[in-house]
């Protein structure tokens, strides 16, 4: 029962979160799911969020895992697949690895120190997951989309749209493909053996299970010593032989109940009045978890100080509006490309080296496929790790990711003497205007100060003549000023 | 090079010239007939200017003195209308054509027994955007419409522009290739690089490859396309004019209500005439320095010469 309710809820969750991921008609404009998971709390310091989560953990044990992440039932999924092939699947009771989990959690404490949160997020659960939705699912419903905006067509009926298909990102792709392909392996074969060895929300949500105090309990009373429970334990964590259980690994996922046939295992507060806690076991963890601290807390001077950009590249990457600076982005940024996905100009586009190696798959913004539109904040809105901090449109009009740039030797105006202005007529702010050129023509100009960036005119520019240059801290795009002489009534045809 | 070469040259250079100067007596002798369908029609007005109305109430007016919906639309016909709704912006914001006018339209349209209606842009901005946000798309559904997708290439068909000079082949929208008769129903704006768009640059919208046509030439580019298939009507909207900022505007103040409205067969009358009411609403714009409109009737798009013409004033 416990089990049905749990799977239930967490396909909710996940088909919920894979819907904001994926959603083409701007229905889940602001996913919810998302921000309540772990990784991005915790890099956004919400810290309502992480006091539920450790409350809930606390309480009721890994819920998180169990329920809210979404990895988590994606692996259950592959779990039940290996189970339908192979109905003997047995597991057994493993020793916990702990120098692996507690050191995989310190390296990438440090690595975020340092400034690679690519690999943190690389293993975070949440946008691990988030990728594999953005870069795999997504094309699967666009094509689904397309397929059914055809067929409508051809019956006469525009109501649904075709949306463009296109690659965002070879280095996102292979990874989205290598976590399916890691994750898949390893939850086909191993049960939840990523969430208890690699995944740091699972260490750091391990820590506190420990403590819990709803939980599964072994009634030594009714208990035969069948060891059912041990081999259905996908987590490993369940001692049958010794009727103990580390509480540290056990994911909530409520598998061993139904296979006790005694009855002997229930999920809820101790029977009797609190059993005395094994001093010795839990404070070595404790140490473990104190010392991680300490590491973190000497090197995170020296991190601050660390160069947050490594090689550029000619042009300076272009970090999206919110983010306010390359070094807010690669402090906060799982690479979950929820903005990314949600991105409806198709502007955000995972990177490769623009942010230097740390900043691998985060955010950048290109204007190959579109630009961004002056009055969409979504980006802002949707992004759960305050990467990308909430933008009114107002401030957002105020906001200069980066600035324009026109080089009037490659402009067409002036190579070929030929009338154009697309840049001009696409700018919203008339950060880039024409002005009287030669033989009666008009030549672009451009004021960078009031650019705010969106990157028009660089996608409309036949002639690659104009580029938004990048501002790797955002600054503040100056208001344009009303021009005058204009007349409001008293006029007449004029001809 | 010796002289035989360089009279080689002199030779080529001359037969070029000679066939440019063909091009444009080409233009001129097809897009003219074509173009004022009913020039010669003495009953009818050539340009209809109304002032002081209502969207629905000047269009109709002006439909009047043109010789009403049926001049233009038979029993059966495949109907289109191409307003401008290149930008995210509401009616207010005066980027996009009013979408009253596009319903009124259409609802004429369907009345004189059109088979069907479809309305399309290919927008600048995001068409999941400016379709709803301009109004024009509830608009049209209301009126009895087809909203028509035009952003992605497979909506475009490659046609060829015989009378093009810059242009010989363009990827044209389908609905346009398809249709027995289509209206121009820009709305008139202040534009950066062209001081003042209304029914010329509309055309930018029916054509998929926006980069071409600016890299092409512009005007040349914009009176190649008016020759492929020149609309039966440009209707230019001047209820609210986006005098300042132009094509997009950046917000109310950029916007004057003006309660004006242009139409005639002829693309260079409906624009002069739109081009001398707007350089009134923006003082600081010449008309002589609009270009686009001289140089297509040097293209021979129509004329400039109002006085001509039997232009209809119409105050409401």
Same mark, same amino acid.
């Given at each position: ?14 088909g ?5 991921f ?39 044990? *890994?819920? +998180?895992?169990?329920?809210?992440? &979404?990895?988590g ?8 697949l ?5 109905k ?34 690389l293993v975070?659960? +949440? ?8 870069e795999?699912l ?12 055809w067929?409508?067509e ?9 949306v ?19 994750i898949?392996h390893?939850?086909y ?6 969430c208890?060895?690699i995944? &740091? ?15 599964? *309990? ?8 069948c060891?059912?429970?041990? *081999? ?6 369940i ?12 994911v ?20 009797k ?17 104190l ?14 100080e ?37 991105? &409806?100009?198709?502007?955000?586009k ?20 579109? +630009? ?11 992004c ?26 490659k ?6 003497h ?25 030549i672009?100009?451009?004021t &960078?100060?009031?650019c705010?960036?969106?990157?028009g ?7 690659h ?20 002489n204009?007349?409001?009534e008293?006029?007449?045809?004029g001809f | 090079?010796d ?15 000679t066939v ?7 233009v001129?002798?097809s ?7 009913a ?10 200017a109304?002032m ?24 059966g ?40 209606v479809?309305?399309f842009?290919?927008? %600048?901005d995001?068409?999941?955007? %400016? ?10 559904k209301?009126a ?9 290439q ?7 522009v ?14 346009i290739?398809? %249709? ?20 010329m ?5 029916i ?33 609210r ?19 004006a409205?242009?139409a ?7 624009d002069t ?28 798009l ?7 013409l ?7």
């Amino acid at each position: 029962m416990l089990k049905k309710i749990r799977v239930i809820l967490a396909i909710a969750v996940i088909g919920i979160l894979t819907f904001g991921f994926i959603d083409l008609g701007g229905l889940l404009q602001n996913p919810v799911l998302q921000k309540i998971q772990f990784g991005p709390a915790l890099l956004s310091l919400s810290l309502v969020t992480l006091a539920c989560l450790i409350a809930a953990t606390l309480l009721l044990g *890994r819920v +998180y895992c169990s329920v809210v992440c &979404p990895l988590g039932i994606f692996q259950d999924f592959f779990n039940w697949l290996s189970k339908k092939s192979d109905k003997k699947k047995k597991y057994g009771y493993k020793e916990e690895n702990r120098w692996l989990r507690y050191g995989v959690l310190a390296a990438l404490i440090i690595a975020w120190l340092l400034g690679f949160t690519f690999l943190v997020g690389l293993v975070e659960p +949440y946008s691990a997951y988030g990728r594999m939705a953005d870069e795999l699912l997504k094309p699967l419903y666009i094509l689904g989309n397309n397929l059914f905006a055809w067929i409508s067509e051809k019956t006469g009926s525009y109501r649904f749209f075709k949306v463009v298909l296109s690659l965002k990102s070879v280095t996102s792709l292979v990874v989205a493909i290598l976590t399916l392909l890691v994750i898949g392996h390893i939850s086909y074969h191993h049960g939840r053996t990523w969430c208890n060895t690699i995944c &740091p929300v699972g260490t750091i949500l391990g820590f506190f299970s420990r403590f819990s105090l709803l939980r599964i *309990r072994i009634d030594t009373d009714k208990c035969n010593h069948c060891q059912a429970c041990g *081999r259905k334990c996908k987590a490993f964590c369940i001692d049958s032989k010794n009727q103990k259980i580390d509480y540290s690994r056990c994911v909530g996922c409520f598998d061993c109940i139904d296979a006790c046939k005694q009855n002997a295992l229930t999920y809820g507060l101790p029977r009797k009045p609190a059993a005395p806690v094994k001093e010795d076991c839990v404070d070595e963890s404790k140490r473990q978890f104190l010392k991680s601290g300490l590491v973190l807390a000497a090197l995170a001077p020296q991190a601050l100080e660390a160069k947050v950009t490594g090689k550029k590249d000619t042009r300076v990457a272009m970090s999206p509006p919110g983010s306010q600076s390359h070094r807010n982005l690669l402090q906060h940024c799982t690479a979950c490309h929820l903005c990314v996905s949600k991105c &409806p100009s198709h502007v955000l586009k995972p990177a490769g080296m623009e942010y230097g190696i740390g900043g691998i798959m985060q955010p950048v913004m290109k204007f190959d496929q579109g +630009y961004c539109n002056y009055d969409c904040t979504i980006c802002s809105q949707v992004c759960p790790n305050g990467a990308i901090r909430p933008l009114s449109v107002e401030q957002k009009h105020q906001t200069q990711p980066g600035r324009v740039v026109f080089d009037v030797t490659k402009c067409i105006v002036n190579i070929q003497h030929t009338s154009c202005g697309a840049c001009a007529e696409h700018c919203p702010v008339q950060a880039i205007h024409m002005v009287p050129f030669q033989g009666g023509l008009t030549i672009p100009e451009t004021t &960078p100060e009031m650019c705010v960036g969106c990157g028009g005119c660089e996608f409309i520019c036949p002639a690659h003549a104009v580029r938004i240059e990048g501002n790797t801290e955002h600054l503040t795009a100056k208001l344009p000023e009303q021009e005058q002489n204009i007349q409001t009534e008293g006029f007449d045809f004029g001809f | 090079m010796d002289r035989r070469d360089f009279l080689k040259t002199l030779a080529a250079a001359g037969a070029m010239l000679t066939v440019k100067n063909n091009g444009v007596m080409d233009v001129m002798a097809s897009t003219v007939p074509s173009n004022g369908a009913a020039a010669a029609d003495s009953k009818y007005a050539d340009l209809a200017a109304v002032m002081n109305g209502e969207p629905v109430p000047m269009l109709q007016a002006a439909l009047k003195e043109l010789g009403g919906i049926e001049r233009f639309v038979k029993k059966g016909n495949k109907v289109v209308i191409k307003p401008n709704i290149g930008w995210d912006r509401t009616p207010e914001l005066a980027g996009n054509t009013n979408p009253e006018i596009v319903a009124e339209l259409i609802r004429l349209s369907l009345a004189a027994g059109a088979s069907e209606v479809k309305v399309f842009d290919h927008t %600048c901005d995001r068409q999941q955007n %400016c379709y709803p946000h301009s109004g024009i798309e509830d608009a049209v559904k209301k009126a009895g419409g087809i909203m028509v997708p035009a952003d992605q290439q497979s909506e475009y068909v490659q046609v060829d522009v015989p009378k093009g000079k810059s242009l010989k082949k363009a990827m044209v929208h389908k609905a346009i290739v398809d %249709c027995d008769v289509w209206f121009n129903v820009p709305i008139l704006k202040n534009h950066g690089g062209a001081l003042m768009t209304a029914a010329m640059k509309n055309h930018m919208g029916i054509v998929w490859d926006r980069r071409a046509i600016h890299s092409g030439g512009l005007h040349q580019c914009i009176a190649d396309i008016c020759t492929y298939k020149p609309a039966a009507l440009h209707i230019v909207d001047a209820y609210r004019t986006l005098a300042t900022n132009g094509p997009q505007g950046r917000s109310a103040a950029d916007v004057v209500l003006t309660k004006a409205l242009f139409a005639s067969t002829d693309i260079v009358a409906v624009d002069t005439a739109a081009g001398k009411f707007f350089t009134q609403v923006n003082k600081n714009i010449n008309f002589d320095d609009i270009e686009h409109i001289p140089d297509a009737q040097a293209l021979g798009l129509g004329t400039m010469n109002l006085d001509k013409l039997n232009v209809k004033r119409i105050k409401l």
